[in-house]
């Protein structure tokens, strides 16, 4: 979307401005009546989950949370604030890779075969809440599913003219940690429009700024006034505040070459020792991507269809080559998971796989914690250790 802005627009260009919640909830009815699904957190089964809004009185104001390792509950803030949260359990992920995704049928038809392709047509999605390392793993899905010669149509059909609506992170969870990824919690391009949210004696305010045309748009016809210097300087305090509360980091060091350097490490069986290998880290991670296809017939056998559904490297079948799977071990499946991540997706793709989102820590159900994996990796590197090893 950002590939419109324009820089002489003069919401683009100036200091930016403050809405309070009527702003929010005139973005949302402006949103829902120019024809957007909006899509963003509201409070759902113990959880802030990510899903349709028909109003702003569904964020979640006064809801915060408390995450670490394979633990995440919800708990009330007295403030009211409705961002200061850290990433839920989804990521934007389902809305623009789905889960599943039926690519064709065929019906058997007086004795002939008739296929019929299936065509997605979601609409055009308006997401409210994308937290910064969301809006990175966004920018790397998009150079993995439209960036090379092979372009996902379901994913380009769905990312093209979707909305991006960032807000930036003043309230680092647990398991948090983009700056060491450096992708947070201040947003970086891509967005639309970004806000950031502040609560304090003079009220509850949102600091937003557009970044395209139509972003600007937006925000011309929403009642909001310029910013005044308290309120950037307090939300732009809020930000450095929150990159100096991350809840974890990874070593300081170049992680694409502890990956390489590390390969024989025994750190590998101690995290295979306690790896159920069920995938759940693939499946929330934002930038996971690998899909399988299923074919399915139903009892009468003139009815087949054909599914794209997520796919885990952790699953056996993933590696799966003519004689059996290529990683059989867990240790090969978690390692190969964590050096694809954080080593070869520069090699593939130019950037780390990883965004610092901390989902795979909270999500794993037995609280395997990819930072501290990391950094026994990098302690026996320092140990010497590897000169020892052997190939
Ligand atoms: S690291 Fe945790 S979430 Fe990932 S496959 Fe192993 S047990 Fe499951
Ligand atoms: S590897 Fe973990 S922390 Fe990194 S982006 Fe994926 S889920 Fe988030």
Partial sequence: MNADADENSPALTSGGFVMGKDGMAALVDMLVRHGFTVVGPTVRDG????????????????????????RYRLRERPDGAAFANSAGPQSWK???????????????????????????TPGRYAFLGVRPCDLRAIAIQDRVLTGGAYRDPVYEGRRTGALLIAVECTEPGATCFCVSMGAGPAAGPGYDLVMTEVVDEDGHRFFVRSGSREGAEILAGLPARPADPYTRRTADAAVTAAADRMGR????TDLRELMAATLDAPRWDDAAGRCLTCGNCTMVCPT?????????TDLTGDHAERWRL???????????????????????????????????????????????????IVW????????????????????????????
Wanted: proline share 5%.
């Fill in 310 to 360: 997520w796919d885990s490297c952790f699953d056996l079948d993933f590696s799966h080559l003519h004689g059996g799977p290529v990683r059989a071990s867990a240790r090969s499946r978690y390692r190969q998971w964590m050096t694809h991540k954080l080593g070869t997706w520069y090699d593939q793709f130019g950037s780390s796989g990883c965004v610092g989102c901390g989902r795979c």
């Fill in 94 to 120: 389902p809305f623009l890779h789905p889960s599943r995704v039926r690519e064709w049928n065929a019906d058997r038809v007086d004795g002939e075969l008739v296929l019929t392709a299936d065509q997605d």
């Fill in 364 to 391: 794993c159900p037995v609280g395997i914690d990819i930072t501290e994996e990391a950094a026994a990796l990098h302690d026996w590197t320092q140990s010497g250790a590897t000169q020892e090893s052997g190939p």
């Fill in 288 to 296: 996971c991507f690998c899909t399988t296809t299923e074919d399915v």
């Fill in 47 to 70: 959880a802030i989950v990510l899903a349709e809004l028909r109003s702003a009185d569904e964020l979640p104001y006064g809801w915060g949370v408390e995450l670490e390792a394979g």
């Fill in 249 to 252: 980091t990874m070593p300081e």
